[in-house]
């Protein structure tokens, strides 16, 4: 028990301060590395909370595929060393009014919802039961997906194809 | 503990990612806060899947994560045509569809 405590806090002190460097950073590469981090930690979390497959997930896709296409796109649309890559903010003031009141309205429901507390015991190994309702119930859209990924990288690569 | 911790979690980065997306002036500056945002709803989909001991909540994170993939890369490949076009990332720079 104790363990679980301690792995949550270290993870959402990881995650907390990484996505605040996301957000906070001048420099745009620092702030993709953050993110990584951040993306990193929440696979962390996914682990806490027994799926490991996601955590398979999150790292293959999004601290791997996402962050190598974001530092794609930032070495074709900035130089990696000079004044460029320096990027600032606007409007910190209200930025921070208006996440404020979104996470103090969030917590103010949450405080009144009614939210276990001990988590339930899953019998079946949860990797297995996931494959396994994914190539029957959800077949369909896992199809769908596919198609979906597809037509969307097909389009990038047409938006982002070379002038003629 | 309890689901509270983990949805408490998601709501402070969904926050931090919502500042994100209202402050940064470049473009791919806001993309990351989505991405952040994006990451806190995912832990609340796992977390409300595993405090109800049901696998289909994590199923929806598994179809989310990779809808997420090519929003993002499509939302970097208009980011490279508009640099084509514009020569410029930044978001107040950024206004062909204004009238």
């Known amino acids: 028990m104790t363990l679980e405590v301690v792995t949550f806090w270290g993870l959402a002190v990881l995650l907390i301060g990484s996505a605040l460097a996301v957000v906070l950073t ?24 027994d799926a490991e497959f996601l955590a398979a997930v999150q790292l293959l896709l999004y601290a791997g595929g996402v ?56 019998a079946v190994d949860v990797t297995r039961a996931i494959g396994q309702v994914l190539l ?10 596919a198609v979906l990924l597809l037509v969307g990288l097909l389009g990038a690569l047409y938006f982002a194809r070379p002038e003629e | 503990m309890g689901l509270g911790a983990y949805l408490t979690l998601a709501a402070v980065l ?30 609340n989909l796992v977390a409300f899947a595993r405090f109800n001991a049901d696998v289909v909540g994590m199923i929806f994170t598994a179809f989310t994560i990779p809808i997420t993939v090519a929003e993002v890369a499509l939302g970097l490949a208009i980011v490279i045509l508009m640099f084509r076009m514009k020569r410029t990332v930044i978001a107040d720079h950024l206004d062909l569809l204004r009238g």
């Open chain 1, 136 to 145: 029957t119930e959800f077949v369909l859209p896992f199809e769908l997906l």
């Open chain 2, 14 to 43: 969904f926050a931090i990612g919502f500042f994100g997306v209202v402050t940064r002036r470049n473009t791919i500056g806001i993309l990351l806060g989505i991405e952040l945002m994006l990451n806190a709803v995912n832990i």
């Open chain 1, 67 to 122: 962050v190598t296409i974001v530092v794609f796109a930032i070495v074709v649309t900035e130089r990696l060393v000079g004044d460029r890559i320096t990027q600032t903010s606007r409007h910190i003031l209200p930025g921070l009014v208006l996440a404020g009141a979104l996470l103090l309205g969030v917590l103010r429901f949450l405080r009144g919802a009614d939210l276990p507390v001990e988590r339930p015991v899953i």
């Open chain 1, 26 to 49: 001048k420099n745009l590469f620092h702030s993709v590395l953050y993110l990584a981090l951040s993306l990193t930690a929440t696979a962390g979390v996914f682990l806490a909370l």
